[in-house]
């Protein structure tokens, strides 16, 4: 082999060489770029994902502050119902300690209104033996029991043991009295 075509052979070498080292550097850009824009592309993947992580993390977020504010209202709600609890039962006490004073009030009311009704008795000249005089034919025949019954013109009754008023209003017995809408109307309507 002679010198020249080793020297063509060592020129085509290096000419192949260049012409794959620019074939390379060329598609290196190339791949550089695609590598770069694929790489940009699972960046912006990975940018949408921490989104939509961030809107779960306020989504829950929001949920446990709603929860929260709940239990704050259960709380709230409860110690109310607990305060209510507690002043009707410091008002039931009061009312409780008040009931055996009006039992003993009501008990001596009646005893006065049984005194008043036996002082009546014994100045009711028609009264004789703790009864009305109904066998006698005093005014009050016909009524039975200690009481005399009043009947106002209004219909109303009063049954307090004394009759009070002028004459002309009818006394009549416990059992006689008419309640007011059952009474016969006169001719005038009333």
Known sequence: MDTT???????????????????LVMTARSRRERRVEHQHDRAEKLREDARSTELEAREHEAEVARARAE??????AAEAARARAAEASIDAERRAGTIDEHQADAEKLRAEQAEKLRKADDV???????????????????????????????????????????????????????????????????
């Open 5 to 23: 075509t080793l020297i063509w052979i060592i020129v085509g070498i290096a000419v192949l060489l260049v012409i794959v080292v620019v074939a």
């Open 71 to 76: 239990a704050a209202s259960a709380t709230a």
């Open 124 to 190: 009711d000249p028609y009264v004789a033996d703790g009864r009305t005089d109904a066998a006698a034919g005093g005014p009050s025949a016909g009524i039975s029991g200690n009481t005399l019954r009043d009947v106002r013109d209004d219909g109303s009754a009063r049954s307090d043991g004394t009759v009070h008023g002028d004459a002309t209003r009818d006394e009549v017995a416990a059992d006689e009295v008419v309640d007011p809408a059952d009474r016969p109307r006169r001719a005038d309507g009333t």
